[in-house]
Nanobody, 129 residues
Framework: VQLQASGGGLVQAGDSLLLSCTNS????????VGWFRQAPGKELEFAAA???????YYADSVKGRFTISRDNNKNTVYLQMSSLKPGDTAVYYC????????????????????????WGQGTQVTVSS
C-alpha cells in the first residue's frame, strides 16, 4: 500500500480545493479511507471518512463545506473543500483502514486515528484571509 495525497496549495478564504488520495495496489473501494489534518502546533484531527459501503462521516468543523467521495475506476478518494477558512490551514493526510470490506462501524470508529493502518505523506493546504 502506498497512499499519495495531492492537490494542496495556497488559496484565499472562500476558495475551493480538491484533494486526491491515490493508492498503488489494493483497491481503495474495499477499505475505509479517512482524511485527517494537522495544523501547526496542534494535534492531528479527523476531517472526513468514507466506508467501503460509501457511507461518509465528517467532523463538525467541516460539515457542509467538505465532501469526501470515491472514484473506483481511478482508485482515488477525493476531498472537495469549499468555503475554505484560514482555520482550515493544515497538512492534510489520507489514511486507509486495512480491514477488508469492513462492515460500517460508525462515526466513532472512522474518526479515530488508530483505526487506520496506512498513511500518505500529506499535502499542505494554506488559506489566507
Amino acid at each position: 500500500v502506498q497512499l499519495q495525497a495531492s492537490g494542496g496549495g495556497l488559496v484565499q478564504a472562500g476558495d475551493s480545493l480538491l484533494l486526491s488520495c491515490t493508492n498503488s495496489g489494493r483497491n481503495l473501494f474495499n477499505y475505509g479511507v479517512g482524511w485527517f489534518r494537522q495544523a501547526p502546533g496542534k494535534e492531528l484531527e479527523f476531517a472526513a471518512a468514507i466506508t467501503p459501503g460509501a457511507s461518509t462521516y465528517y467532523a463538525d468543523s467541516v460539515k457542509g463545506r467538505f465532501t469526501i467521495s470515491r472514484d473506483n475506476n481511478k482508485n482515488t478518494v477525493y476531498l472537495q473543500m469549499s468555503s475554505l477558512k484560514p482555520g482550515d490551514t493544515a497538512v492534510y493526510y489520507c489514511a486507509m483502514d486495512a480491514t477488508f470490506r469492513a462492515t460500517n462501524r460508525g462515526a466513532g470508529y472512522y474518526s479515530r486515528r488508530t483505526t487506520y493502518d496506512y498513511w500518505g505523506q500529506g499535502t499542505q493546504v494554506t488559506v489566507s484571509s
